[in-house]
């Protein structure tokens, strides 16, 4: 989580608690972040994935032991 400013925004930018936003990296790189708090200034983002802290659970078949 992360104090990211206002100002990294565009001007127009609303700023909605619980809602996804994407942007990119300095490099480009796309990232995604969650809005967790709206303070004065910053915008408190949740940089970690979706499903990250979640119990996953998966069905596999076997198909062979080499």
Known sequence: MMDVPKTNFPPEFEFVEGEMVQGQTETGQPLQAIILEVK??????????????????????LMEIA
């Open 40 to 61: 004065d200034d910053t915008v408190v983002l949740d940089f970690n994935h979706p499903l990250a802290g979640q119990d996953l659970n998966f069905d596999i078949e």
